[in-house]
């Protein structure tokens, strides 16, 4: 190859599909959805479902903008989830009694005991995977850096 033909192979090369950070990362989210997809389907939620419940079965009756802070979400995508599980017996959403302009969410017995039928997944996932704990706990912590970094 000569100069000229490497000067422009290099020059393309940040527009190369296979060189793009957010390809990697999409793409791995697609293959970890079809994972979660397959684990969650007899829960009986989605993913985005998923998501929630985790931060309840953490902390429960707390109100809906916490849940969106936690997961990044804003209350319009976050309210339909909420109605959804609310209509599967998961939780109830009710306005505060301190401050009528907040909804909060609580689990009920159902919501709970789910969590039960859930302790599995992350194992199966790290399974999927095939990648050591310190390989995903490393992995974890750049990808929050990198998040925490795009967010300011």
Same mark, same amino acid.
């Given at each position: 190859? *000569?100069? @000229?033909?490497?000067?422009k192979k !290099? +020059?393309?090369a940040p527009?190369l599909?296979d060189? +793009? &950070?957010c390809?990697?990362?999409y ?5 970890m ?7 969650? &389907?007899?829960? !009986? ?5 998923y998501?929630?419940?985790?931060v309840l079965w +953490?902390q429960?009756?707390? *109100?809906? @903008?916490e849940?969106? !802070?936690? &997961?990044?979400?804003?209350s319009?995508?976050?309210?339909p989830l909420?109605?959804?599980l609310?209509?599967a017996g998961l939780l109830?959403?009710q306005r505060s009694?301190?401050?009528e302009?907040?909804? #909060? #969410?609580t689990l009920t =017995?159902?919501g709970q005991? &789910?969590?039960t !039928?859930?302790q =599995?997944i992350?194992q199966?996932?790290q399974?999927?995977s @095939?990648?050591?704990i310190?390989?995903? @706990?490393t992995?974890?912590?750049q990808l929050?850096m990198?998040r925490?970094?795009?967010n300011?």
């Amino acid at each position: 190859m *000569t100069t @000229s033909q490497d000067d422009k192979k !290099e +020059q393309g090369a940040p527009l190369l599909l296979d060189q +793009q &950070l957010c390809f990697a990362i999409y793409s791995a989210n697609l293959a970890m959805h079809k994972v979660y997809r397959q684990l969650l &389907l007899p829960l !009986e939620i989605t993913y985005p479902q998923y998501l929630v419940m985790l931060v309840l079965w +953490q902390q429960d009756d707390i *109100t809906v @903008s916490e849940i969106g !802070e936690r &997961l990044f979400l804003d209350s319009a995508t976050l309210t339909p989830l909420l109605k959804r599980l609310e209509a599967a017996g998961l939780l109830n959403r009710q306005r505060s009694r301190r401050d009528e302009r907040q909804v #909060v #969410v609580t689990l009920t =017995a159902k919501g709970q005991a &789910l969590k039960t !039928e859930a302790q =599995a997944i992350p194992q199966a996932v790290q399974c999927a995977s @095939s990648c050591d704990i310190d390989t995903i @706990s490393t992995l974890k912590a750049q990808l929050d850096m990198l998040r925490d970094n795009l967010n300011r």
